[in-house]
C-alpha cells in the first residue's frame, strides 16, 4: 500500500506537469543564501487558523461589543411563537417546514387551524435567524482583518517591480526567491480562508452560501498551488486585488446594521465601484492576461499552466455572478430608498412566504418582515443588506 502511495505521488509531482520542459523541483532546492518556497511550509497555516478563531472570539466578544454599542447598534423586535409542545417537538425533531399534508396532521394533535400552525412555524423560524449584534459583531471581523490584509499586502508590494509591470512576475520563473513578506501575506492569508472553512457552520448562513464555499476552497486551492509551483508574485497580486474590496463591503454592513443609512449607501457605491474596477477590469485583462497570454511568449504550455488558469477560471466566473447582483443593487437607488439591499453576500435564508400575513401582523404601527424584523408598516420602500 505504502509502495503505490509513494508511486503515485510521484506520479502527480512529476516535474514535466508543473513546470515547463527543462526545470522542476530540484530548481526550487535552497542555494547559495536563497530561500525559495516549500510545500512543508503550508502546514503551519492549520495553527494559524486556530489562532485566529481564537482571536475572533476575543474580538467579537470585546472590540466588536462595544463597537456596536458605540454606533448604537439595536436588537430589532420580533414576535415569538406561542408555546405548544406538539409543534416544538415536531420543529425540532422532523422538520421545519412542514409539508401541507404535516400541517393538517399538526392542526389535529395542537388543536390550531391550519393558519395559526403556518403562523406559528413561521415565527417559530424567525425566533433562530440571527440577531443584529452576532451580523455585526462578524462584519466587524472581516472588516477589520480584510482592511488590515490590504494594507499588509499594498505595504509589501508597493515597492516590487511586478507591482507596475506584470510581465516582471515571470521575470526568471521559476527560480523567484522567496521574500519574508511574500512568507507571510501567503501564510495569513491561507490561515485566513481555513479559519472561515471551519467557522462555516455557526456564522450566518447567507442566500449565497454555496457560492461562498466554492470561493473559499477555490482560494485555498489557488494560493496553496501558487504557493507550491512558486507562482508566488502572481499569487500576491490576486491576494491584494481581492482584500482591496471586501473590507467595504464589511463595513457598509456595519453601518447598515447601525442604521446609518447614508452612510451605508455611500460606502456600498464606493464598493461597487472598486469591485467591479478591481475583479472585472483589473484581473482579467491584466493580471489573467498576464497568466495566460504572456508565459506562451516565453515557455509551452503545461499541466500546472492550465490548472493554474482554470482556478482563476472559477474565481473570475464568481465575480461576474456577484457583480450582476451588485448592479441590480445599483438599480435600487432610487429616491425613496432608505438603504441598498446587498444580494451579493450577505442576505439570510428565511421564509419566502411570510409576507403573505404581514397584513395581521399590524400592531401599533409596526409590522413584521420576512426577515422576522419590524418595521413600520408605512415604510413601502424599505430594502435590506441583513
Known amino acids: 500500500m505504502l ?69 448604537r447598534v439595536k436588537e430589532k423586535p420580533r414576535v415569538r411563537a406561542a408555546s405548544n409542545t406538539t409543534l416544538e417537538f415536531y420543529f425540532c425533531n422532523a422538520s421545519k417546514f412542514p409539508s401541507q399534508s404535516s400541517v393538517e396532521e399538526l392542526t389535529k394533535q395542537s388543536g390550531c ?28 471581523w472581516r472588516f477589520t482583518f480584510y482592511l488590515l490584509a490590504f494594507i499588509a499586502g499594498l505595504g509589501a508590494l508597493i515597492d516590487k517591480p511586478w ?40 456564522d450566518v448562513k447567507r442566500k449565497d452560501f454555496k457560492e461562498q464555499i466554492v470561493h473559499h476552497v477555490a482560494t485555498i486551492l489557488l494560493i496553496s498551488f501558487s504557493w507550491l509551483v512558486n507562482y508566488i508574485r502572481a499569487g500576491t497580486l490576486i491576494m491584494l486585488v481581492h482584500d482591496s474590496s471586501d473590507y467595504l ?16 449607501n455611500y460606502i456600498f457605491i464606493l464598493f461597487a465601484a ?16 498576464t497568466t495566460w497570454v504572456y508565459p506562451l511568449t516565453i515557455y509551452p504550455p503545461f499541466f500546472g499552466f492550465y490548472f493554474f488558469n482554470g482556478l482563476l477560471f472559477v474565481l473570475q466566473c464568481l465575480h461576474i455572478f456577484w457583480a ?29 412566504d411570510e409576507e403573505e400575513e404581514d397584513h395581521e401582523k399590524t400592531k401599533n404601527g409596526f409590522v413584521q418582515n420576512g426577515n422576522g424584523h419590524t418595521v413600520l408598516n408605512n415604510n413601502h420602500h424599505h430594502s435590506k443588506m441583513d
Open 163 to 202: 507591482f507596475y509591470d506584470m510581465e516582471e512576475m515571470w521575470n526568471g520563473f521559476p527560480t523567484l526567491p522567496l521574500l519574508p513578506s511574500q512568507y507571510w501575506y501567503y501564510m495569513i492569508e491561507l490561515g485566513f480562508y481555513i479559519s472561515l472553512l471551519f467557522s462555516v457552520a455557526t
Open 113 to 140: 387551524s391550519v393558519r395559526q400552525v403556518q403562523r406559528w412555524f413561521r415565527r417559530r423560524r424567525n425566533q433562530e435567524l440571527p440577531s443584529q449584534i452576532k451580523k455585526f459583531r462578524e462584519a466587524s
Open 3 to 71: 509502495t503505490w502511495l509513494r508511486e503515485l505521488s510521484d506520479w502527480v509531482w512529476q516535474d514535466r506537469l508543473w513546470f515547463p520542459a527543462g526545470l522542476g523541483w530540484a530548481d526550487l532546492k535552497d542555494r547559495d543564501g536563497l530561500v525559495f518556497a516549500k510545500g512543508s511550509d503550508l502546514w503551519v497555516i492549520f495553527p494559524i487558523a486556530v489562532c485566529f478563531l481564537i482571536i475572533r472570539q476575543i474580538f467579537e466578544r470585546t472590540v466588536a461589543v462595544k463597537l456596536a454599542s458605540l454606533l
Open 324 to 352: 450582476g447582483l451588485i448592479l441590480r443593487m445599483a438599480i435600487k437607488f432610487l429616491p425613496g430608498n432608505d438603504i441598498v439591499e446587498d444580494e451579493r453576500s450577505d442576505r439570510e435564508e428565511t421564509d419566502s
Open 274 to 289: 472598486v469591485f467591479i474596477l478591481t475583479r472585472l477590469v483589473i484581473l482579467p485583462f491584466w493580471i489573467i492576461h
Open 249 to 264: 463591503l464589511e463595513s457598509a454592513k456595519m453601518f447598515n446594521y447601525a442604521e446609518w443609512r447614508k452612510t451605508c
